[in-house]
């Protein structure tokens, strides 16, 4: 099934289905990737949000501008059908970095870009910045860290310690159907086209056990809270090393959008960037308006050199 995006403008832009790659890394998972272009020497690593998956870059691409570049979306560890980590395992930040790490040696070409929405943003500027110098230029949709967290550190592994246990012993959230898993999408996420919410319940979920129904792709321990709470010191330690240019997209109707004075403050130990904003669109800007989006990154990652 083609989404409708693809679609519209059929006399312009053509359909570009990604290939499917399976990549071991080095940490000992494998991740599974989306390559477009494979051809270009500048390769733009597309890092999806929590509980995401790398389908929902397919849009932005398919809308037409983002050309010239060797594009790879993986899933991460964890989402979509990348490997998980396992009995006794656990998803921590540095671990991203690590399977980032190992994703760039072995599809990077001679230069790197990165762009990731919201947590993939967060993975995106803590690598620019224990890389600095591996890094051309780096966009962030609303990357720049969640609410800071001021909860005491022994009471957030408590309640971590319970959620493990907790989620160890729970059945996956199961639906009837592909139909009722995108209504489920919907109804988090009320901009979220329908026929678009069908497609990316088409690949997000799989069949849960038994042909009890599907269940979505991603493994359910990441539904539990984590160990480490978000400091703005903690990340602004990497964003003072970053060495990247780097453009900041925010959506105007996002309820994710930090307060101005809040945004200030974060913006302050980046490097001099540019913020441009996504109009009609919600924190989940890849879906709400891949076209627009799209020009921007365009704009922004292919320009030439002065």
Do not use: N
């Not at 990604?18 to 071991?24: D, F, G, I, T, Y």
């Not at 005491?152 to 996956?172: D, M, N, T, Y």
């Not at 009890?212 to 978000?230: E, K, R, S």
């Not at 307060?259 to 980046?270: G, I, K, S, T």
């Amino acid at each position: 099934m083609s989404p409708r995006w693809s679609q519209r403008d059929a006399d312009k832009y053509a359909p570009r289905e990604p290939s499917v790659r399976r990549v071991p890394l080095s940490t000992g998972l494998a991740y599974e990737v989306l390559e477009w272009d494979a051809e270009s020497d500048h390769t733009v690593v597309l890092l999806h949000g929590f509980l995401d998956f790398a389908r929902s870059w397919q849009p932005v691409v398919e809308a037409g501008p983002l050309t010239g570049m060797h594009l790879i979306a993986p899933d991460l560890r964890g989402h979509g059908r990348s490997d998980r980590v396992g009995p006794g395992g656990y998803y921590h930040f540095p671990d991203y970095l690590a399977d980032l790490r190992s994703l760039i040696q072995e599809l990077g070409r001679a230069r790197v870009s990165l762009v990731g929405h919201s947590m993939g943003g967060s993975i995106a500027s803590y690598y620019a910045g224990s890389f600095p110098s591996t890094i051309f230029r780096m966009a962030l949709l609303e990357g720049l860290g969640p609410p800071e967290d001021d909860s005491e550190l022994p009471s957030r592994i408590a309640a971590w310690v319970g959620a493990w246990h907790r989620q160890a012993k729970a059945r996956p959230k199961r639906y009837a159907d592909i139909a009722a898993a995108a209504a489920r999408l919907i109804a988090q996420d009320e901009r979220l086209d329908p026929e678009l919410a069908h497609w990316l319940a088409s690949h997000g979920t799989e069949p849960a056990p038994e042909g009890d129904g599907v269940q979505f792709l991603h493994d359910p321990l990441h539904l539990t809270t984590g160990p480490a709470p978000f400091r703005v010191e903690s990340a602004a330690s990497f964003w003072r090393r970053i060495q990247a240019e780097v453009l900041l997209v925010e959506a105007t109707e996002s309820v994710f959008r930090h307060a101005p004075e809040e945004a200030a403050r974060r913006r302050a130990y980046l490097p001099p960037h540019r913020l441009e904003l996504i109009p009609d669109a919600g924190h989940l800007m890849l879906r709400h308006q891949p076209e627009a989006l799209g020009r921007l990154l365009q704009d922004f990652l292919g320009r030439h050199d002065p």
